[in-house]
């Protein structure tokens, strides 16, 4: 059973950088994109964007010239980078698995907060 | 940007009876070439969520099968035939068919 587990720091100060790391385990992580989405406290879901095993990737325009994703394939893993942040970027970020069609596989979620 | 809009945000049932939610896209039907890219999934604190229809209809794994999915178009429905006390969670649909892949704002289902 293939399980997905975020792990980063749950604080970052604003104009730093917020990094996270997914750990895939269970699977290979060629049988999937790779996603990562976030949820602000009490709103709904913002999908970030995108890593294929090969690094190809895919970002939300609204984020694109904050975000860069990769993938590390001799250790399962992938990992979200988002450049200067606000308060506006405190939310719960999921990393998740899909095919084509659907996202099948979940991380419980992270919090991160970004304050001084 | 498809946008995705879900209603009611809220809506309480009592056990045994039907929950219905709305999805409604505003752009374009959310189909190509021969399914539609709308799938809804289940949210639960502290779980990871749980994908419940993909292609509008077609149930995931282990999805019991009081949870169905119907529509078309630009028009799309979760169904609960018969609610139990597990299935108070936020529901929400999400459209593959471009991206940013984008969500519905979520539905609170409670007893």
Same mark, same amino acid.
């Given at each position: 059973q293939v399980q997905l587990q975020e792990s980063g720091p749950g604080l970052v100060k604003p104009s730093e950088t917020l990094s996270l790391i997914c750990n895939v385990s269970g699977g290979s992580i060629t049988n999937h994109y790779w996603s990562w989405l976030r949820q602000p406290p009490g709103k709904g879901l913002e999908w970030i964007g995108y890593v294929y095993f090969t690094g190809g990737t895919n970002y939300n325009p609204s984020l694109k010239s904050r975000v860069t994703l990769s993938v590390? !394939? /001799?250790?399962?893993? *992938?990992?979200? /980078?988002?450049? /200067?942040?606000?308060?506006?970027? !405190?939310?719960?970020? *999921?990393?998740?698995? /899909?095919?084509?069609f659907y996202f099948d596989l979940w991380g419980r979620g992270a919090l991160v907060a970004v304050s001084s | 940007d498809i946008v995705l809009t879900q209603s009611p945000d809220s809506l309480a049932v009592s056990l045994g009876e039907r929950a219905t939610i709305s999805c409604k896209s505003n752009q374009t039907a959310l189909y190509s070439p021969d399914k539609y890219y709308l799938a809804w999934y289940q949210q639960k604190p502290g779980q990871p969520l749980k994908l419940l229809i993909y292609w509008a209809s077609t149930r995931g794994s282990g999805v019991p099968d009081r949870f169905s999915g119907s529509g078309s178009g630009t028009d799309f429905t979760l169904t609960i035939s018969s609610l139990q006390a597990e299935d108070v969670a936020i529901y929400f649909c999400q459209q593959f068919l471009s991206t940013p892949w984008t969500f519905g704002q979520g539905t609170r289902v409670e007893i």
């Open positions: 590390d !394939t /001799s250790r399962n893993q *992938f990992s979200l /980078s988002l450049r /200067s942040v606000t308060a506006a970027d !405190t939310a719960v970020y *999921f990393c998740a698995g /899909s095919n084509r | -």
